[in-house]
């Protein structure tokens, strides 16, 4: 044996060893291309427990069927709770594949530094504890890297966008893809993904996180197992098995286990790291709890970009609500149509290449619509946000012809100096936005709004606290949550004219709170 330079004791590479017969067995069911990595973690393969220290590793039935699945399938992405011996499984399944698989090339990206030490160290030790005729020599010995005399290596390394550009991988790794940051892993597996087309295998494993990163939208896919005729595979349509486990398949784990770890972590926090639900860690508008119930429907009708969920009815009140923008390409427009008196969503649009007459245009459309159906005009109210481009909004309403448009257009009343003053259509205020967010807030988690539409959903996901306002994350939109809010707006001043109403959007929880501020340093 050679020493490594952390003095670790270590096969030397290209030693000529003499083995038993009963050592000629274990290698070659350890080599087995069917059977051989249960094999050799079942046998052979030790693992340092938190409180029995250095043991076999045995695995569980979940686990036995885990690497099943990393060894069956090209692409597999599993998704477990925390502490259900994930990483463990990966490092003893990354060293059987690095030490009989010979020229392949092993690329472990962690979402942290001490994340893929972490893997690397169980892979060591792994490897340490084996007996010299299982395991392969070694070239090279360091803390991100492992060379063996068969020409294979394992590498890990933080994730990043350019983590693995360049090389030739054999098996990919990606150890809790969930929580590297959405905007590097999107570019990472931008990057990376075109290196496996040429015949390398990729497996991801993750708690779940948010339900809009990358680790989710492959973890979507996965699980669409049909084709378009209907047939069904054990594939998604993106070409990766998917693999669930619950935490009560842990043998060490009951449901006395559970009450004790959600009094300790929350009920947030225990649905998502231990039942592996997509629940959302930011501070949203809405609970994250709300919003994991929140999937949105496929609308019943599309009429050019406007998307139609309900049916509109006779005598049934309507409010149509405006977000408007310049259609150049930048923010969007948005447009909500909500049943005042179900609150049922009826219809939606957005598009960020429309300009404002075409906006008007598409808005008289919408409420053409509504009327018609509904039979009565005075039954339909529609209003738009006056700030900055809603001014412009207004005044192509006026070159259009309000006479033009059916219904009743609905302004905000303010008051000034004592008297009561008119401006057409309604003013976003700080203090308006907290107030008509928290009765978003209030409708939408007691069930009373009903949200039809997908993109609505996604939108609410990502409208989180940003200073002390709401607002939509980086990168992303809030305008059809604006529009939304616009709406809501109009319903509260409509309350005091329709008893019905009244009663449907009166509470005793709508309470202004403003988010804490960020402090920046």
């Not at 270590?10 to 087995?32: F, G, L, N």
């Not at 609970?287 to 496929?298: A, H, R, T, V």
Request: hydrophobic share 35%.
């Amino acid at each position: 044996m050679a020493r490594s330079l952390e003095g670790v004791l270590v096969k030397r590479a290209h030693k000529k060893t003499k083995y038993t017969q009963e050592q000629i067995q274990h290698v070659a069911k350890c080599a087995d291309p069917n059977a051989g990595p249960l094999f050799f973690m079942d046998n052979f393969f030790m693992i340092q427990h938190p409180t029995r220290g250095s043991i076999r590793y045995h695995p569980w039935d979940y686990q036995t069927r885990l690497i099943g699945t990393y060894h069956n399938y090209r692409f597999s992405i599993s998704m477990m709770p925390r502490q259900t011996g994930k990483s463990t499984s990966a490092a003893g399944y990354l060293l059987w594949y690095a030490m009989f698989i010979p020229d392949s090339t092993i690329l472990v990206a962690a979402h942290k530094y001490a994340g893929a030490q972490e893997i690397m160290q169980r892979v060591r030790y792994g490897y340490e504890s084996c007996p010299d005729h299982i395991r392969a020599g070694v070239v090279g010995y360091n803390k991100n890297s492992l060379e063996f005399d068969n020409g294979s290596r394992i590498v890990a390394q933080t994730t990043t966008e350019n983590t693995g550009r360049g090389m030739s991988i054999s098996l990919l790794y990606c150890d809790e893809f969930a929580f590297v940051r959405p905007n590097i892993a999107k570019e990472f597996w931008t990057s990376i993904s075109p290196t496996l087309t040429t015949g390398g295998k990729a497996i991801i494993t993750s708690t779940p996180n948010s339900d809009e990163d990358q680790f989710a939208l492959i973890w979507k896919l996965a699980n669409k197992c049909e084709d378009e005729y209907g047939n069904i595979s054990k594939i998604g349509t993106n070409g990766f098995r998917a693999f669930r486990s619950y935490w009560k398949e842990h043998p060490e784990r009951d449901e006395e286990w559970a009450v004790t770890e959600r009094n300790n972590l929350g009920e947030e926090r225990f649905r998502r790291e231990h039942e592996c639900e997509f629940i959302i860690n930011d501070e949203t508008l809405i609970s994250s709890i709300k919003l994991l119930d929140l999937q949105g429907i496929d609308p019943y009708e599309v009429t050019g970009q406007v998307r139609w969920y309900e049916k509109p009815k006779k005598d049934t009140l309507y409010a149509v609500g405006w977000d408007p923008s310049l259609g150049t390409g930048g923010d969007p427009a948005a447009i909500q149509v909500f049943n005042a008196k179900t609150l049922n969503q009826v219809a939606e649009w957005k598009h960020n290449k429309t300009n404002i007459p075409r906006q008007v245009k598409v808005f008289t459309q919408i409420i053409d619509r509504l009327a018609e159906e509904s039979g009565d005009i005075n039954q339909v109210y529609y209003s738009v946000e006056n700030n900055t481009i809603g001014e412009a909004a207004i005044l192509s309403i006026a070159e259009f012809g309000e006479d033009n448009i059916p219904g009743i257009f609905l302004s905000e009343t303010k008051r000034a100096s004592g008297s009561r003053v008119f401006r057409r259509g309604f003013n976003t205020t700080h203090q308006s936005k907290l107030s008509s967010c928290a009765k978003l807030k209030n409708l939408v988690e007691s069930g009373r709004l009903v949200i039809k539409s997908k993109a609505l959903v996604t939108e609410l996901k990502a409208f989180v606290a940003y200073g002390t306002s709401f607002s939509a994350k980086p990168g992303e939109t809030d305008d059809l949550v604006m529009a939304l809010v616009l709406v809501i707006r109009m319903l509260q001043q409509l309350k005091e004219f329709d008893r019905g109403l009244s009663e449907t959007m009166t509470d005793h929880e709508d309470a202004i709170q403003e988010p804490m501020p960020f402090i920046l340093f």
